[in-house]
């Protein structure tokens, strides 16, 4: 682990009793839900992790306990460090507390995991989707979600393409 990142991750285990893993010199740290808006401010407060680089998600279904990870990727650009938040949810119910108040580019970003996954954001300001049609349903990143049985249709202009010259100037 790199030696800036040991007192911030000392921090939120003894603030938020956050356990971590290191893999390939990345450092998770995993808090609970209700914790994740004041860890979050911890990090951009007191140690400069003043840019949410990334806030995904990852469904491990057919394990429902948890089902998903919640993913913020934080970055101190002052002091060239990444640490990742991640956040287990059950998949019977997924919601986690909105983190717009802490990063403002969380709104968007809590909204596509909405839509994609079906995770809901307690608080946010403007909980509709952003990708897929209001009258959709389902949510197209979950592992559970049907593909469908229709063959996607790419010749609709078949006649059009001379398939004599492809790479032919004019």
Known sequence: ?????EPIVKSLQDKFSATFEEFRDEVHLFVKPE????????????YN????SALTAVDYYPQETPRF?????????AKNLSVQIRVPVNGSSP???TATHVYDVANWRERELLDMFGIEFDGHP????????EDMEGHPLRKD??????EPQFTFNFDEIDLRKPYAKE
Do not use: N
């Not at 682990?1 to 990142?5: A, E, G, R, S």
């Not at 914790?35 to 990090?43: G, R």
């Not at 992790?49 to 949410?52: A, N, T």
């Not at 403007?126 to 049609?133: K, V």
């Open 1 to 5: 682990m790199d030696k800036k990142l």
């Open 35 to 46: 914790q994740i808006v004041d860890a979050l401010t911890l990090l951009r407060d007191e």
């Open 49 to 52: 992790f003043e840019l949410l």
């Open 69 to 77: 990870h919640v993913v913020y990727q934080l970055t101190s650009i």
């Open 95 to 97: 919601k986690v507390p």
């Open 126 to 133: 403007d909980p509709r989707r952003i990708l897929s049609p």
């Open 145 to 150: 979600f049907p593909l469908g049985y229709e």
